[in-house]
């Protein structure tokens, strides 16, 4: 049981960290300003930091309650601004909303019980705490 949450760290972080070169992209800036998303030019890019430092923090187990807590930050805006299935008239584009709508909320309880939990015993925040420990 003890290396389940490193494979489970890599695949949760691998979505925040493959998807952030788009956040820099015009296109996704673009389409962020028509969904409302005020200072688009300036918060997507910066919502992408958040999501590349949430996702490394995870990945490696370090400082990763932290690491959680910047995934709900990115996670809770672009929920709530980008995939608002409910303002959608045409139904498809509505229920493919609603389904993105619904991986961030999964996404986003996996990071709480992140917060809580931390990263699993093969991590850096639990080698840093076992070399301080020893060194006491």
């Keep these: 049981m003890k290396y389940i949450a490193l494979p489970g760290r890599i695949l949760y972080a691998a979505i925040f960290l493959m998807s952030v070169p788009e956040d820099f992209t015009s296109k996704t800036i673009s389409y962020a300003a028509a969904k409302g998303v005020p200072l688009a ?60 709508f619904m991986k961030n909320l999964s996404m986003l309880g996996a990071a709480l019980m992140i ?16 070399d301080s420990s020893s060194r006491a």
Excluded at 70 to 80: A, E, G, H, R
Excluded at 118 to 127: A, F, I, T, W, Y
């Design 41 to 100: 030019p300036l918060a997507v890019p910066a919502a992408g930091v958040i999501a590349f430092l949430g996702g490394l923090s995870i990945l490696l187990g370090y400082k990763a309650r932290l690491g959680a807590w910047l995934i709900v930050i990115f996670l809770v805006p672009v929920t709530l601004m980008i995939h608002n299935f409910w303002a959608i008239a045409d139904p498809v584009q509505a229920r493919m909303q609603m389904i993105n």
């Design 115 to 130: 917060t809580h939990l931390g990263s699993g015993p093969l991590s850096l925040d639990v080698r840093k705490d076992r």
